[in-house]
């Protein structure tokens, strides 16, 4: 029988070309394109006066050069707001470029188009802008404050007020035995990826076809975007995404500007042309995200069992808001937890700034949630004596209360929230175990009489993962035995070639190697959503688990009519159909691919085997009603609700007593995605997602000055662990809970290393120091600054 592929460590098939310099990027492709350079602007809020183009139009090698005044039809109006929501009453976006106003620094004001990118960005350094400078918002307080308006017709900055909840949260907190009040803060921070954006077009005037290659997240949404702002039928534009090198949430958002101009420039000059986005650029220019500032109030007993939580809290969406209010609605929702509360009331606020905008990063508001309500636990434990585990063990959802719905809470897809599957007592025991919880006063002992500061901190999360509406799946089995897998949404390195390849050699019965996927092509797969959110194994694979079914349903079928079997008497092993016991009897796929596909012409010796005088009944079609030519299937996977994933990181620190630095021991994270397809894969993502949540909560943040410049807007400045900074071992368990949702039982696992990283390390500084911990990140400038506010600058035990 052929080995199973699910469930095996099986090495990506990706890596070898990718980490030898043979992958293909955007900045790869289109040799000879003509270069677009973009002029944004060095102001965070200002109105436009004048633009004067006229010195760049004789500058030699300059093709084109537009500002606002050159777009017309959809191009002159606003970029989409692709998320609507009832609540974002006052959503705005931004225009391809600047229409007579700028609102953040790196805002696009107007592009050249050159034979070179050193000749376009020579060019846009020689026009001239006059403008009327406006007092910009900067921060959460400045908006919330509102003595400036970001824009004037937005009262109070306020993009949005949204409500949800259940119970009655404030009279259950007022009749609480304890309660406690805490004010947190997360500061901006952002996704980084390896390669910034990057888009090349091609116009073919012939065929009046545009093919557009871009490193996205999306290119599904970038076809629908581009057809629409062109005027051009969706059939006639293609959308391609190359080797994308990461993404984290900044390459979800569709169109950026560029996706627009790109293209409009390729059709209006019929050349290729090409945009590359330098680091500068991504830094002012792309997206950021995590800012929050945040307000509970919560009630509970004397066991630590939450009774009502007022959680409120005040979200920096940037200058503009394209992706809607995803961001604050997950942070609403995703703040329960694994926790059973039966008075919760959210209200958050939405604010408009003057600085980057704000759009999903890695976690997108689970990290920001799950800080609020790990603080929390912290808190209760401490106000009562009891061991933070204790605390949160009393508050768990049992694995007998499956599914579990959060009384009216709707989730970010607009559906109930209800959680699928889970086992949370599990994962804490799990948890413990993995760093000895149960010895740690011992080892804090033993490191006091050295002289050290070590503290343990514990983060518990639930992710709602596999978000809808849909994905599809292709399998194709071709004439040589080799299998074709194709699917919409894209792939920035989370190893969806392996993955896939080993779900449909599984369902079809082939040998993993004989498997070819790709993804991110609208000309195979025209209808996609996109790969965020934590779902493409779910979504993407569910799809492919339909479609291979589908495959094998009709290879079998055809295989029982040639070989005058039942179609119960037979299997699929390596590619070879075969009557069970009996495996002399059998015909491979390859053949069975020429077979379903009778033709009139022969053109090689296989295909001689197919034509309408070697194969069929004379007496029946040669296509059987309800058939197709070929050997295929086609499927669609749509869930009803979401798949949630859940689990728990511990960390044990070491606070520095002199220089506040802070070192991790030790770092231990348990998970539950459900079945595991390739669980090499999932610890990949658990490798990296923590290495991320270690720069959130220790180093990255985005310091933008009171005049709205951000001051860290390179790699010199912008704090990033290295590898000496990131734990050398994190010690991982696996708990599966499958999910009743779909075919394999998977849920998300992208996301799950970054989410509870912030919560883990606060929770854990804060054991170091008895001091605490409020906002993150936190620097050990500003640890020691902290030290000296509770008196004690060299703190001992």
Same mark, same amino acid.
């Given at each position: 029988?052929?080995?199973?592929?699910?469930?095996?460590?099986?090495?990506?098939?990706?890596?070898?070309?990718?980490?030898?310099?043979?992958?293909?990027?955007?900045?790869?492709?289109?040799?000879?394109?003509?270069?677009?350079?973009?002029?944004?602007?060095?102001?965070?809020?200002?109105?436009?006066?004048?633009?004067?183009?006229?010195?760049?139009?004789?500058?030699?090698?300059?093709?084109?050069?537009?500002?606002?005044?050159?777009?017309?039809?959809?191009?002159?109006?606003?970029?989409? =707001?692709?998320?609507?929501?009832?609540?974002?009453?006052?959503?705005?976006?931004?225009?391809?470029?600047?229409?007579?106003?700028?609102?953040?620094?790196?805002?696009?004001?107007?592009?050249?188009?050159?034979?070179?990118?050193?000749?376009?960005?020579?060019?846009?350094?020689?026009?001239?802008?006059?403008?009327?400078?406006?007092?910009?918002?900067?921060?959460?307080?400045?908006?919330?404050?509102?003595?400036?308006?970001?824009?004037?017709?937005?009262?109070?900055? $306020?993009?949005?007020?949204?409500?949800?909840?259940?119970?009655?949260?404030?009279?259950?907190?007022?009749?609480?035995?304890?309660? =406690?009040?805490?004010?947190?803060?997360?500061?901006?921070?952002?996704?980084?990826?390896?390669?910034?954006?990057? /888009?090349?077009?091609?116009?073919?005037?012939?065929?009046?076809?545009?093919?557009?290659?871009?490193?996205?997240?999306?290119?599904?949404?970038?076809?629908?975007?581009?057809?629409?702002?062109?005027?051009?039928?969706?059939?006639?534009?293609?959308? $391609?995404?190359?080797?994308?090198?990461?993404?984290?949430?900044?390459?979800?958002?569709?169109?950026?500007?560029?996706?627009?101009?790109?293209?409009?420039?390729?059709?209006?000059?019929?050349?290729?042309?090409?945009?590359?986005?330098?680091?500068?650029?991504?830094?002012?220019?792309?997206?950021?995200?995590?800012?929050?500032?945040?307000?509970?109030?919560?009630?509970?007993?004397?066991?630590?069992?939450?009774?009502?939580?007022?959680?409120?809290?005040?979200?920096?969406?940037?200058?503009?808001?394209?992706?809607?209010?995803?961001?604050? $609605?997950?942070?609403?929702?995703?703040?329960?937890?694994?926790?059973? $509360?039966?008075?919760?009331?959210?209200?958050?606020?939405?604010?408009?700034?003057?600085?980057?905008?704000?759009?999903?990063?890695?976690?997108?508001?689970?990290?920001?949630?799950?800080?609020?309500?790990?603080?929390?636990?912290?808190?209760?434990?401490?106000?009562?004596?009891?061991?933070?585990?204790?605390?949160?063990?009393?508050?768990?959802?049992?694995?007998?209360?499956?599914?579990?719905?959060?009384?009216?809470?709707?989730?970010?897809?607009?559906?109930?929230?209800?959680?699928?599957?889970?086992?949370?007592?599990?994962?804490?025991?799990?948890?413990?175990?993995?760093?000895?919880?149960?010895?740690?006063?011992?080892?804090?002992?033993?490191?006091?009489?050295?002289?050290?500061?070590?503290?343990?901190?514990?983060?518990?999360?639930?992710?709602?993962?596999?978000?809808?509406?849909?994905?599809?799946?292709?399998?194709?089995?071709?004439?040589?035995?080799?299998?074709?897998?194709?699917?919409?949404?894209?792939?920035?390195?989370?190893?969806?070639?392996?993955?896939?390849?080993?779900?449909?050699?599984?369902?079809?019965?082939?040998?993993?190697?004989?498997?070819?996927?790709?993804?991110?092509?609208?000309?195979?797969?025209?209808?996609?959503?996109?790969?965020?959110?934590?779902?493409?194994?779910?979504?993407?694979?569910?799809?492919?688990?339909?479609?291979?079914?589908?495959?094998?349903?009709?290879?079998?079928? =055809?295989?029982?009519?040639?070989?005058?079997?039942?179609?119960?008497?037979?299997?699929?092993?390596?590619?070879?159909?075969?009557?069970?016991?009996?495996?002399?009897?059998?015909?491979?796929?390859?053949?069975?691919?020429?077979?379903?596909?009778?033709?009139?012409?022969?053109?090689?010796?296989?295909?001689?085997?197919?034509?309408?005088?070697?194969?069929?009944?004379?007496?029946?079609?040669?296509?059987?009603?309800?058939?197709?030519?070929?050997?295929?299937?086609?499927?669609?996977?749509?869930?009803?609700?979401?798949?949630?994933?859940?689990?728990?990181?511990?960390?044990?620190?070491?606070?520095?007593?002199?220089?506040?630095?802070?070192?991790?021991?030790?770092?231990?994270?348990?998970?539950?995605?459900? /079945?595991?397809?390739?669980?090499?894969?999932?610890?990949?993502?658990?490798?990296?997602?923590?290495?991320?949540?270690?720069?959130?909560?220790?180093?990255?943040?985005?310091?933008?000055?009171?005049?709205?410049?951000?001051?860290?807007?390179?790699?010199?400045?912008?704090?990033?662990?290295?590898?000496?900074?990131?734990?050398?071992?994190?010690?991982?368990?696996?708990?599966?809970?499958?999910?009743?949702?779909?075919?394999?039982?998977?849920?998300?696992?992208?996301?799950?290393?970054?989410?509870? /990283?912030?919560?883990?390390?606060?929770?854990?500084?804060?054991?170091?120091?008895?001091?605490?911990?409020?906002?993150?990140?936190?620097?050990?400038?500003?640890?020691?600054?902290?030290? =000296?506010?509770?008196?004690?600058?060299?703190?001992?035990?």
């Amino acid at each position: 029988m052929t080995t199973k592929s699910i469930g095996e460590p099986i090495a990506r098939v990706e890596d070898e070309r990718l980490v030898t310099g043979q992958g293909r990027y955007s900045d790869d492709l289109m040799p000879g394109a003509l270069e677009m350079a973009v002029l944004r602007s060095p102001h965070a809020h200002a109105r436009i006066l004048s633009i004067d183009v006229d010195p760049v139009l004789d500058v030699p090698g300059v093709q084109a050069v537009y500002t606002y005044e050159d777009l017309t039809g959809p191009m002159a109006a606003p970029l989409p =707001l692709l998320i609507p929501h009832p609540a974002l009453v006052h959503g705005r976006t931004q225009y391809a470029l600047a229409k007579d106003e700028v609102n953040y620094v790196g805002e696009a004001i107007a592009v050249v188009v050159a034979d070179s990118r050193y000749i376009a960005e020579d060019a846009v350094g020689l026009i001239q802008v006059e403008y009327e400078f406006l007092k910009p918002v900067v921060g959460i307080d400045n908006a919330r404050a509102a003595d400036q308006l970001v824009h004037e017709d937005v009262p109070g900055n $306020i993009a949005a007020r949204m409500e949800q909840g259940f119970g009655d949260a404030v009279a259950a907190i007022e009749k609480a035995p304890h309660s =406690l009040v805490l004010d947190l803060e997360i500061e901006r921070s952002a996704g980084t990826p390896m390669e910034g954006r990057g /888009t090349v077009a091609r116009w073919d005037r012939d065929l009046s076809r545009l093919t557009v290659w871009t490193s996205t997240q999306t290119s599904t949404g970038v076809r629908n975007a581009i057809a629409s702002k062109l005027a051009l039928p969706l059939s006639q534009v293609d959308v $391609i995404t190359p080797d994308v090198g990461g993404g984290f949430g900044t390459k979800i958002v569709h169109p950026w500007p560029e996706e627009l101009l790109v293209p409009f420039a390729a059709q209006a000059l019929g050349r290729p042309v090409k945009f590359i986005e330098d680091r500068r650029e991504h830094f002012i220019s792309s997206a950021h995200e995590r800012g929050q500032q945040q307000h509970l109030e919560v009630g509970f007993d004397d066991d630590g069992r939450v009774l009502g939580i007022n959680f409120e809290f005040w979200h920096d969406n940037g200058a503009y808001t394209p992706y809607g209010l995803i961001v604050p $609605i997950i942070t609403s929702a995703q703040f329960l937890g694994p926790y059973k $509360i039966p008075n919760y009331r959210v209200v958050f606020e939405s604010l408009y700034t003057n600085t980057v905008i704000v759009t999903p990063y890695r976690g997108a508001g689970r990290p920001q949630a799950v800080y609020a309500m790990e603080r929390m636990m912290d808190a209760i434990a401490q106000h009562l004596g009891l061991d933070r585990t204790l605390v949160r063990e009393n508050n768990f959802i049992l694995p007998e209360d499956f599914p579990y719905a959060h009384g009216e809470m709707t989730f970010q897809d607009g559906r109930p929230l209800v959680y699928d599957s889970g086992n949370y007592p599990e994962l804490m025991s799990k948890a413990k175990d993995l760093v000895r919880w149960s010895e740690f006063e011992r080892i804090r002992e033993d490191a006091r009489a050295e002289g050290r500061h070590v503290g343990i901190g514990i983060a518990c999360y639930v992710e709602g993962t596999g978000v809808g509406p849909y994905e599809g799946g292709h399998v194709t089995v071709e004439t040589t035995g080799k299998i074709k897998v194709s699917t919409g949404l894209t792939s920035q390195g989370q190893g969806h070639q392996t993955a896939f390849a080993q779900i449909v050699a599984d369902e079809l019965g082939v040998r993993f190697e004989d498997i070819e996927v790709v993804t991110g092509d609208t000309r195979r797969s025209p209808y996609s959503v996109g790969t965020f959110a934590s779902r493409a194994a779910v979504m993407s694979g569910s799809a492919i688990v339909l479609a291979a079914r589908k495959t094998r349903a009709k290879a079998l079928r =055809l295989a029982a009519e040639a070989l005058e079997a039942n179609e119960d008497d037979l299997e699929i092993v390596d590619g070879v159909v075969s009557v069970k016991g009996a495996p002399g009897v059998s015909i491979d796929l390859g053949t069975l691919a020429v077979l379903s596909n009778p033709l009139r012409y022969a053109f090689d010796e296989a295909s001689k085997a197919a034509t309408q005088f070697a194969v069929g009944d004379p007496g029946k079609p040669p296509v059987a009603e309800g058939e197709e030519p070929g050997l295929e299937g086609k499927d669609f996977y749509s869930p009803m609700r979401s798949t949630f994933a859940s689990g728990i990181h511990a960390v044990i620190v070491e606070t520095d007593p002199e220089t506040a630095e802070v070192s991790i021991l030790k770092y231990a994270v348990v998970h539950d995605c459900g /079945t595991l397809i390739n669980p090499r894969i999932v610890e990949g993502q658990i490798h990296g997602g923590v290495a991320q949540g270690v720069g959130g909560a220790l180093y990255e943040r985005m310091e933008y000055d009171e005049s709205g410049q951000l001051q860290n807007a390179s790699f010199m400045d912008f704090l990033m662990p290295y590898v000496t900074e990131v734990p050398k071992k994190i010690d991982i368990d696996h708990l599966v809970t499958p999910s009743p949702l779909n075919p394999l039982g998977i849920k998300g696992a992208g996301e799950a290393g970054v989410i509870p /990283t912030s919560a883990a390390f606060a929770s854990a500084i804060e054991d170091a120091e008895g001091i605490t911990i409020t906002s993150m990140p936190i620097s050990p400038s500003e640890l020691y600054e902290l030290r =000296l506010s509770h008196g004690s600058p060299d703190k001992e035990g």
